[in-house]
Nanobody, 124 residues
Framework: QVQLVESGGGLVQAGGSLRLSCAAS????????MGWFRQAPGKEREFVAY???????YYADSVKGRFTISRDNAKNTGYLQMNSLKPEDTAVYYC??????????????????WGQGTQVTVSS
C-alpha cells in the first residue's frame, strides 16, 4: 500500500504563487507515476498535471504555462508549482499516483492511490 500526503495549500491573492507537495510512502512508492487533480465547489474533479517516473510531463490546457509539475525521486515527493494564480484556480487539490504506465493519465481511474487533498484559495 502507498500513502500520499499533500501539503502547501493556503490562501493567496490573484497573481500569486503556491507550491504543493505530495510525499509518498509505503511499499512500491519509489517508482510511481504521479498526477494532480482539483475539485472546485459544485464541480467535478478535473485533471491538472501528470509526471512519469522518468519526468515526462503533461498539463491541462487551463494551467499550461502557469503550473509546473516536478518530482524528487530520492525523496519520493512530487511538487506542483503554481504561478500567476487566478480565482478560478480555487479548489481542493489532490495528489494521485499509480505504479503502472498509463496513457489515460487525465482520468481518475488511471490512479491507484490518492491523497486527502489540500485547499487552495485564490482571492481576487
Amino acid at each position: 500500500q502507498v500513502q500520499l500526503v499533500e501539503s502547501g495549500g493556503g490562501l493567496v491573492q490573484a497573481g500569486g504563487s503556491l507550491r504543493l507537495s505530495c510525499a509518498a510512502s509505503g511499499r512500491t512508492s519509489s517508482n510511481l507515476n504521479m498526477g494532480w487533480f482539483r475539485q472546485a465547489p459544485g464541480k467535478e474533479r478535473e485533471f491538472v498535471a501528470y509526471i512519469t517516473w522518468s519526468s515526462a510531463t503533461y498539463y491541462a490546457d487551463s494551467v499550461k504555462g502557469r503550473f509546473t509539475i516536478s518530482r524528487d525521486n530520492a525523496k519520493n515527493t512530487g511538487y506542483l508549482q503554481m504561478n500567476s494564480l487566478k480565482p478560478e484556480d480555487t479548489a481542493v487539490y489532490y495528489c494521485a499516483a499509480t505504479n503502472s504506465v498509463t496513457y489515460i493519465y487525465h482520468f481518475e481511474r488511471a490512479y491507484n492511490y490518492w491523497g486527502q487533498g489540500t485547499q487552495v484559495t485564490v482571492s481576487s
